[in-house]
Every structure is written in C-alpha cells, then in structure tokens.
C-alpha cells in the first residue's frame, strides 16, 4: 500500500466533504471498521462516508453501510454532528443511530478508491474495554472517553473533538 497516503490525499484532501456515519450496539458492542491508512496507520471509526451529490442523507448511509459491511440498514435517530478537521482532510459528520434490516456482514470496499489501495482492512463489534485500548490516535475522537458504548446515543449538538485547527 505505498500510495495509499497519497491518494487519499487527492481523493479527500484540501476540500470540505459531508460525510455520513452509522451507530449500530449490539450485545453492547459497537459496529467499528478499521481504516489501514498507510505506513503502518490504521483508523477505527463506525461505517460510512461521504455523501454523494443529488441522494439523500438516508439513502447515502444506506449506500456506505453496503459497500462496507454488506448490511441493509434504516436510520432510527439523527444523534449528532462531529467537525473533522486534520488537514489535509475537512469533513463534516453526521451520525445516525441504525438498525440493521437484513444481511450478513462481510468486508466491503471503498469504491472511490483503486483496488490496490483500499482502506478497509477489518469489520468487527467491539465492546467498550476493546475500545479502550485502542490508542487514541488510531481511533475517531468520539470515542476517546466514553465509558459505555451508548454513551455515543446521548449526545447531542456540534462536536469538534480535539481538532487541532479549530479555535
């Protein structure tokens, strides 16, 4: 993967993006997908992605919950926005609580991406002590001090956790 930083700099990089995100507990543990994202980085987050322009909100998270995971989902609940912001990379998150509808989770891929390069590397629930001990680096900010899995579903508002760029 040696330019895998490289195109997601040029895919991703030095422009505004909405994405979408899917909160899904189960057996209180959380839906997670590990991003490799070159020289050794990797990246934990909930399913989903940027959103595509003239389909909605819903019916983008639907779309990024199949390419990751193979699962059919349905919104329940808007939960929260989280402002990303590592330059190069700028991106505006919402996050929706889901329900899986129907499907067997299997590891998608990221079609904006080539073959070669793709980010997803594993698709596992985790539970809160598994969290915990990912390093916070190699994790999204909303989940560095939770102490509950659902601690993610009582949030609500603008978030902009440990932003470097944001005053």
Request: with cysteine; hydrophobic share 40%; charged share 30%.
């Amino acid at each position: 993967m040696p330019n895998i930083e490289k195109e997601i700099h040029e895919k991703f990089g030095h422009r505004l993006r909405v994405r979408v995100n899917g909160i899904h507990i189960k057996n209180n543990q959380i839906l997670m997908v590990k991003h490799q994202m070159g020289h050794g980085k990797c990246f934990w987050n909930v399913p989903g992605g940027g959103m595509e322009y003239g389909t909605s909100t819903l019916e983008n998270l639907m779309r990024e919950f199949r390419e990751e995971t193979g699962l059919r989902v349905k919104a329940t609940t808007f939960l929260f926005v989280h402002e990303f912001l590592e330059p190069p990379l700028h991106a505006i998150e919402l996050f929706f609580d889901i329900i899986v509808e129907e499907g067997e989770i299997y590891l998608g891929e990221d079609p904006e991406l080539s073959k070669e390069n793709q980010l997803i590397a594993e698709i596992s629930y985790l539970d809160i002590e598994h969290l915990a001990k990912i390093p916070k680096e190699e994790k999204h900010p909303i989940f560095w001090g939770i102490n509950s899995v659902n601690d993610v579903r009582i949030w609500k508002g603008n978030f902009n956790f440990e932003n470097k760029c944001i005053k």
